[in-house]
């Protein structure tokens, strides 16, 4: 398969804002996986990429000897040398020269610091120029050092209007979500409460701001999403699960046995003690409740001015299903992640059923009848098992997409997927910024097949096909999609089973 080829199958797959990164993180993805023996022969043209390197590199000995030039006359911190050295930095980036390129930033941060003061607006450009450096040299102790300083950039900044200080905090979130997927694992419950910490400042800030609705629901959006990834984290039965745990429920890190993965619910038990039933079960529903009730909030930012909580189904019976829906989502996604009480912890979890989230997609599809759709468009909007949960919060129901037939011979593809691997189950890839500058991301690709139950799990699942095609690709497919959660697809608003469903999913190694 060419690369070209495999880059247009994941842009038609749909999940795109999730597997976009600037030139394409997936496409970094799939270019490790393609063999030696695809790499195009040498032509006459092959020469050019060459002499245009050789132009910039002439270019950028000039540029050199300009600011060595200035530095001489006029001083290390004179701040008429900061052009010569954005151009300087510029020119070391698209040579890769990275390293150069951090310290020319620093140096211009220096002369802010030395002519403006310690923490000025100024340097905040120059912050998120180093971040991007950074991640392209995978430093991610790097970013966190920077994250850290630009937190106290904002902090102390008094010129920034109320939407740039916002726009910051959410650039700031995108790079936590790129330490989470691409870090280090130790890291990722810091990581995870670093995002949280983010996403209620983005939050609180819209709200003192009096924000759109718009940006408010994303916002609440995104902030409930956070909690769902610390309760997947916390029954994830691995030191992040401790971890996690011993914020969240107040374990004294001390009593806790040296670092080991945990297997089985006798594990579990030797660590939290006895009948804890678990500290780790209490601790994920109570994130999940948060989850819900974050979901729950964005109910108050549908309604008209004019209207009271509880009278959105009149006013909008689609916003209204729409919310069913999410919030149906959430209590099947909690249903589903809970540890079953057995021999083992591992991928047998949740209930073999919808529970009681089919009662919410069955009073979603009785407010889309009301609000004028047909059973008809709505069994064939229903068709297809989707992917949980959602990466963003809609009050309008998409009747676009392709219609599935669950229950026929044809073969349903769900959108492929990037997850993160050896991480937190079912944690997904997202886009993120700088991302021209970040280095190849190693990992695998894998094609499955399987069945999807009423209860949104897959099984019956077999490995069409894996890049590379090895043993160990197969088992990290089949076991990335064990940690998945789909919504069922809905006839007449209850949950069905699916058969003959393909997916591919592509795992990402940590940085």
């Known amino acids: 398969m060419s690369l070209t080829h495999l880059w247009h199958v994941v842009r038609r797959a749909g999940d795109w804002p999730l597997l976009t990164c600037g030139l394409g993180f997936v496409l970094l993805l799939a270019a490790t996986a393609l063999s030696a023996a695809e790499e195009p022969p040498r032509t006459e043209d092959s020469a050019k990429p060459a002499s245009s390197l050789a132009a910039r590199v002439e270019h950028l000995n000039i540029l050199r000897e300009r600011v060595a030039q200035l530095q001489n006359q006029q001083g290390q911190y004179d701040p008429g040398l900061l052009n010569a050295m954005n151009g300087l930095s510029e020119a070391l980036i698209s040579v890769g020269e990275f390293r150069e390129a951090n310290d020319v930033v620093e140096q211009q941060i220096q002369i802010l610091r030395v002519t403006d003061?310690?923490?000025?607006?100024?340097?905040?450009?120059?912050?998120?120029?180093?971040?991007?450096?950074?991640?392209?040299?995978?430093?991610?102790?790097?970013?966190?050092?920077?994250?850290?300083?630009?937190?106290?950039?904002?902090?102390?900044?008094?010129?920034?209007?109320?939407?740039?200080?916002?726009?910051?905090?959410?650039?700031?979130r995108d790079w936590t979500r790129l330490l989470l997927s691409r870090g280090p694992r130790q890291q990722e419950a810091?990581?995870?409460?670093?995002?949280?910490?983010?996403?209620?400042?983005?939050?609180?800030?819209?709200?003192?701001?009096?924000?759109?609705?718009?940006?408010?629901?994303?916002?609440?959006?995104?902030?409930?999403?956070?909690?769902?990834?610390?309760?997947?984290?916390?029954?994830?039965?691995?030191?992040?699960?401790?971890?996690?745990?011993?914020?969240?429920?107040?374990?004294?890190?001390?009593?806790?046995?040296?670092?080991?993965?945990?297997?089985?619910?006798?594990?579990?038990?030797?660590?939290?003690?006895?009948?804890?039933?678990?500290?780790?079960?209490?601790?994920?529903?109570?994130?999940?409740?948060?989850?819900?009730?974050?979901?729950?909030?964005?109910?108050?930012?549908?309604?008209?001015?004019?209207?009271?909580?509880?009278?959105?189904?009149?006013?909008?019976?689609?916003?209204?299903?729409?919310?069913?829906?999410?919030l149906g989502d959430s209590v099947l996604l909690r249903?589903?992640?809970?540890?079953?009480?057995?021999?083992?912890?591992?991928?047998d979890r949740g209930q073999s059923s919808t529970g009681s989230a089919n009662s919410y997609y069955q009073r979603a599809w009785d407010l889309l009848l009301q609000a004028g759709y047909s059973a008809d468009l709505l069994n064939r909007a229903f068709s297809c098992p989707t992917l949980l949960p959602l990466p963003t919060f809609s009050s309008h129901l998409e009747t676009t997409g392709d219609a599935c037939d669950p229950t026929g011979d044809q073969r349903i593809e769900v959108p492929a997927t990037a997850l993160v691997h050896n991480g937190i189950p079912g944690l997904r890839f997202q886009a993120m910024p700088g991302s021209s500058l970040m280095s190849q991301a190693a990992g695998i690709s894998a094609t499955l097949s399987f069945s999807l139950g009423v209860n949104g799990q897959a099984d019956r699942m077999q490995v069409l096909a894996a890049e590379p095609d090895s043993t160990a690709a197969r088992i990290r497919g089949r076991d990335s999609l064990q940690g998945l959660q789909f919504r069922p697809a809905l006839q007449n608003g209850r949950a069905v089973r699916t058969e003959n469903v393909t997916m591919t999913l592509f795992s990402l190694e940590p940085g």
Not at 289 to 297: D, N, Q, T
Not at 335 to 346: K, P, T, V
């Open 335 to 347: 249903q589903q992640y809970e540890l079953r009480i057995g021999a083992m912890a591992g991928p």
């Open 190 to 326: 810091a990581y995870l409460f670093q995002l949280r910490d983010l996403e209620e400042s983005a939050l609180a800030m819209a709200r003192e701001t009096n924000a759109t609705p718009a940006v408010v629901q994303a916002m609440l959006y995104d902030h409930a999403l956070t909690e769902f990834y610390i309760a997947l984290g916390i029954v994830d039965s691995s030191d992040t699960s401790r971890q996690l745990i011993n914020r969240t429920e107040g374990t004294p890190a001390n009593n806790l046995r040296p670092i080991q993965r945990m297997t089985s619910v006798q594990d579990i038990e030797a660590t939290y003690g006895a009948r804890t039933s678990t500290v780790v079960e209490r601790a994920h529903r109570a994130a999940m409740m948060r989850h819900y009730v974050l979901i729950k909030e964005l109910e108050s930012t549908l309604l008209p001015a004019d209207k009271e909580a509880g009278d959105l189904a009149s006013a909008d019976p689609e916003a209204a299903a729409m919310m069913q829906l999410y």
């Open 117 to 172: 003061g310690l923490y000025t607006d100024g340097q905040i450009a120059l912050v998120h120029r180093q971040l991007s450096i950074m991640a392209a040299q995978r430093n991610w102790l790097g970013m966190e050092d920077r994250l850290l300083y630009l937190s106290w950039l904002l902090e102390r900044s008094s010129t920034l209007s109320d939407s740039e200080r916002i726009s910051n905090i959410k650039v700031m």
